[in-house]
C-alpha cells in the first residue's frame, strides 16, 4: 500500500488562510459532482452490491422509534439516490497544503438519498470556522438546518441503541 502525501484535514483546517480554504471548497465540489455521477443498477446499497456496510445502522441494531413522524417530515421523502462517501468529513479529506491528495475511509460508501452527504458533511460534532467557511462555497445558500438535525437526530437514536 502507497503513502498518500499529505495530513487530514481536520488537523489543519482553522490553520489554513481563507484563499486555502476556498481552493479546497472548489476540489470538493468537483469530487461531490463526480461521486454523483456514478451510477448503479439498483436503488440502494453498498458499492459491492451488498447490502449496506455502514457503521451508523449496524446489522443487528434496529433503534425503536428512530423514524418517529416528527423526524420523517423533516426528510425528504422522494429524494434521488446518488452514489455518497457517507462519512465526508475533515478527518478523512487528505491535504497537503491547500491541495486534496485523497479522500479516505470508503467503509460508509454506497447509494444513499441524495441529502445524506449533505447533512453528514454539516454533523455540528465536526463544525468548526473553516469546515463552515469550506461548506459555504460547496453549498450555496442557507444550511437546511431541519435536513441536518433530522440525521444527526436518526445517528443519537441508533447511537443510543448501541449504548
Known sequence: ???????????VIDTLTVEELSHIASQLKSILAQLRSVESSKMLGSVSG???????FPPHVAPKHAFSKSLLSRIPRNAAIQFTHGDLLPKNIIVEGSRVTAIVDWATGGFYPAY????????PHFM??????VLQEVFLGEPRVMEISAVCELLHAVANTLA
Open 116 to 123: 445524506w452527504e449533505y447533512c453528514r458533511m454539516h454533523d
Open 50 to 56: 451488498g447490502p449496506y456496510r455502514n457503521e451508523f
Open 1 to 11: 500500500m502507497e503513502k498518500i502525501p499529505g495530513v487530514s484535514l481536520d488537523k
Open 128 to 133: 468548526t470556522p473553516g469546515w463552515k467557511l
